[in-house]
């Protein structure tokens, strides 16, 4: 079974809770693409809160080739240089190239990729950088991009998505009060609130099992 924060993962930018002026200010960046080049982007803030999300749905709402890179698996110069400056100034057709965990670049690596984050006029592809850690990334990167940055989403917010949830996946409405504990307990994290989410499903279904045997016998 596919966990719920996959399976209500957004696919669009609309879809993307609680971050209402990054979403719209990328919704215009977007409008405008075809008279203006599409900066490089840094969306940065604690975790569980859209940005790998916002970023996929970019590329799902123009169209684009997704290529993502995990900084801090690759955090070699080389890597910058060999693997992620190629992706960039390949692109022939829009594509989004994603670097996750940017903060796992070294300050040299991340240096390499200066140059395309300026003059990316040249080419098709839209760079988006995404960290937890904004102070690793060195200022000369950081000036260069358009940042964004991701605050800790609404209890209330949070608690009408797992409401929406629990509705798609036909469970009892407020699993007993469970929902608002679990919105308030996430502390602005949407994902660990959605995976928690999951963990009561599993007992939930268990109650019902539960209920079944007793109502109809093993
Ligand atoms: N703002 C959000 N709106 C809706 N779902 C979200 C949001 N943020 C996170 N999620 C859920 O959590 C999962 C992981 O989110 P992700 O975008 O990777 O977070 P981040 O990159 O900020 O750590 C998503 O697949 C989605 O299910
Ligand atoms: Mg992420």
């Not at 960046?29 to 970019?58: H, V």
């Not at 997704?66 to 960039?88: D, M, R, Y």
């Not at 102070?135 to 998505?161: A, G």
Request: glycine content about 6%; some cysteine; overall charge negative.
């Amino acid at each position: 079974m596919e966990p719920l924060t996959e399976k209500y993962r957004p696919k669009a930018l609309d879809e993307v809770v609680g971050q209402p002026e990054n979403i719209e200010t990328i919704k215009k960046l977007l409008e405008k693409r075809e008279s203006q080049q599409i900066p490089s982007l840094l969306l940065y803030g604690g975790a569980g809160l859209g940005k790998s999300a916002t970023a996929e749905a970019i590329a799902n709402e123009i169209n684009a080739e997704l290529s993502k890179f995990n900084a801090s698996s690759e955090g070699k110069k080389e890597t910058a240089k060999e693997k992620i400056v190629p992706a960039l100034r390949n692109a022939w057709r829009p594509k989004v190239v994603v670097i996750e965990e940017a903060d796992g670049l070294s300050g040299h690596a991340q240096m390499s990729l200066k140059e395309d984050i300026s003059q990316n006029q040249s080419t098709k592809a839209i760079l988006i950088l995404i960290t937890n850690h904004i102070d690793k990334i060195v200022d000369p990167i950081k000036s260069r991009c358009m940042p964004f940055e991701y605050e800790p989403i609404e209890t209330k917010q949070i608690k009408q998505h797992l409401e929406h949830i629990a509705k798609k996946e036909d469970l009892d409405s407020d699993l007993n009060g469970e929902i608002q504990k679990i919105a308030k307990r996430a502390d602005g994290d949407i994902r660990k609130a959605i995976n928690q989410l999951d963990r009561e499903t599993l007992i939930d279904d268990d109650k019902t099992k539960e209920t079944a045997k007793q109502i109809f016998g093993e």
